[in-house]
Every structure is written in structure tokens, then in C-alpha cells.
């Protein structure tokens, strides 16, 4: 019996160390990876909000030029997520519930023209900032 128990301990002992030793380094090897990759991240969101600084020469112009190109680069999926999402409300549910079909038309002119502006919005603005000065 006290074999048993010996055997039992010692696999026990093998299968913690086999499984939770190398998750532990795996795991810091990961949280180095990606706190490496955040550090990148921020380092060329810096430069790329200084670029802006530097090509519209004030630091006002800068940041706003830098939030309307955020936008408009994420406005893309978030507008076309929206319109598919319409489209399914106006084609599909639609069918059969007229209140629901106009909604779907309501959202997909809204999102459409929500992707339309937020498009737009960088280029007036860098014509109307770079035209005035």
C-alpha cells in the first residue's frame, strides 16, 4: 500500500511539473512578446502624431489631422459592418415586416452617409488648414 502511495505521489509530482513549468515560461515569453509589441505600437502612433504636428506646423492642427485620420481609417469596417447589418434588417427581415424593412433603409442611408462624411472630413480639413496658411 505504501508503494501505491509513493508511485501515486511521484506521478503526481511528474504531471505538475510536466504541465504548469513550461506554461509558466511560455506564458512570460508571451507577456514579453506582447508588451514588446504594445511598446512598438505606441512608439509609432508618437511619431506619426509628431509627423502631423510637423506637416500642419501647430500642435492643435497636428492632433486634429491625427483623430481625423483615425476615423477615417476605422470608420471603414464599423460603416460596412452597419450597412451589411441594414441590409439583413431591409432584405431579409424585411420581407415580411414593412416597419422593419424602412428600418433597415434608415440605418443603410445613415451608415452610408456616416462613411461618406467620415471620408470626406481629412481632406476638407487639410484643404481648408493648408489653404489658409
Same mark, same amino acid.
Given at each position: 500500500m505504501k508503494k501505491i502511495a509513493v508511485?501515486?505521489?511521484?506521478?503526481?509530482?511528474?504531471? #505538475?511539473?510536466? +504541465?504548469f513549468i513550461p506554461k509558466a515560461h511560455a506564458e !512570460?515569453?508571451?507577456?514579453?512578446?506582447? !508588451?514588446? &509589441?504594445?511598446? !512598438?505600437? &505606441? !512608439?509609432n502612433a508618437q511619431q506619426s502624431l509628431e509627423d502631423y504636428k510637423v506637416k500642419y506646423g501647430s500642435d492643435a492642427y497636428g492632433l486634429t489631422a491625427y483623430v481625423l485620420n483615425l476615423v477615417r481609417i476605422y470608420s471603414i469596417p464599423f460603416?460596412? #459592418? $452597419?450597412?451589411? /447589418?441594414? $441590409?439583413?434588417? *431591409?432584405?431579409?427581415? $424585411?420581407?415580411? @415586416?414593412?416597419?422593419?424593412q424602412e428600418k433597415g433603409l434608415v440605418l443603410m442611408v445613415s451608415f452610408i452617409t456616416l462613411?461618406?462624411?467620415? *471620408? /470626406? +472630413?481629412?481632406?476638407?480639413?487639410? #484643404? /481648408?488648414? @493648408? $489653404?489658409?496658411g
Open positions: 508511485i501515486s505521489i511521484a506521478i503526481f509530482i511528474a504531471l #505538475l511539473t510536466v +504541465l !512570460e515569453v508571451i507577456d514579453n512578446a506582447t !508588451e514588446s &509589441k504594445l511598446i !512598438e505600437i &505606441k !512608439e460603416c460596412f #459592418l $452597419g450597412i451589411a /447589418v441594414s $441590409g439583413i434588417y *431591409q432584405y431579409i427581415i $424585411g420581407i415580411r @415586416k414593412l416597419d422593419v462613411l461618406v462624411v467620415c *471620408q /470626406v +472630413l481629412p481632406l476638407v480639413f487639410a #484643404l /481648408v488648414v @493648408k $489653404g489658409r
